[in-house]
């Protein structure tokens, strides 16, 4: 998983692998280890409702299994919509009121099983 950060927004970007087990109901997560002993996990998992959910030391973010199995669709269509721009987009309300947008991305693959 590769994970961008800005002020205004979060992006996870997924591996094929991840993406599959994600489609299966598996939640995905990343541990990025920092100076004394702290590490901070970003995490991708299958919910009810798109939403980030920031706890101590981790960032989960929770997708629809509807918004997976669209962008597999996507993805496996060839469709030349399916571009690096491709996933799944929500926006938050972050704790400083303004709006924090999260995106759910898959680097791209010929094939998909």
């Known amino acids: 998983m590769n994970v961008r950060l800005d002020g205004k927004s979060v992006r996870l970007r997924l591996s094929e692998k991840e993406f599959v087990s994600l489609r299966e109901g598996t939640a995905v997560s990343e541990k990025v280890p920092f100076p004394g002993g702290r ?3 970003f995490s991708v998992g ?18 629809t ?4 199995e669209a962008l597999a669709a996507e993805l496996l269509s060839g469709a ?22 999260v995106s759910v991305q898959v680097d791209l693959f010929k094939r998909m099983a």
Request: proline share 0%.
């Open 39 to 41: 590490a901070m996990r």
């Open 65 to 68: 299994g509807r918004e997976v």
């Open 46 to 63: 299958v919910g009810g409702k798109a939403n980030l959910v920031f706890d101590n030391s981790s960032v989960i973010v929770w997708v």
């Open 80 to 101: 030349t919509s399916a571009t690096r721009g491709s996933g799944i987009h929500f926006e938050v309300l972050g704790s400083d009121g303004k709006i924090l947008k």
